[in-house]
């Protein structure tokens, strides 16, 4: 069965950081893509950032690349995303996937 867990969602002020993780099961996680993507308050889904899995190249949605880090540990089954300089534009539930599958998702929360 797979599945993908999220965690270390939470409220952060501007300008502050939150470190995203993703535990990966039932599936080769050292050979599947990985992406982040979020849905803010009454909006759509919108996708944040890419990792492949052989050279872990990384791609990021204009909005976050400078401020975001996608990273993975493959031997932890473990995907991350580092966010740092965080605006309150950047509150949304942060989902991981891969082509076929999502988590739960995680609250991201950027206020004064």
């Known amino acids: 069965q797979v599945q993908l867990v999220e965690s270390g969602g939470g409220v952060v002020q501007p300008g502050g950081s939150l470190r995203l993780s993703c535990k990966g099961s039932?599936?080769?996680?050292?050979?599947?893509?990985m992406s982040w993507v979020r849905q803010a308050p009454g909006k759509g889904l919108e996708w944040v950032s890419t990792?492949?899995?052989?050279?872990?190249?990384?791609t990021y949605a204009d909005s976050v690349t400078g401020r975001f880090t996608i990273s993975r540990d493959n031997a932890k089954k473990t995907l991350y995303l580092q966010m740092d300089n965080m605006i309150p534009e950047d509150t949304a539930v942060y989902y991981c996937?891969?082509?076929?599958?999502r988590g739960q998702g995680t609250q991201v929360t950027v206020t004064t």
């Open positions: 990792i492949t899995f052989f050279k872990a190249e990384t």
């Open positions: 996937q891969t082509d076929r599958t």
């Open positions: 039932g599936f080769d996680f050292s050979r599947t893509i």
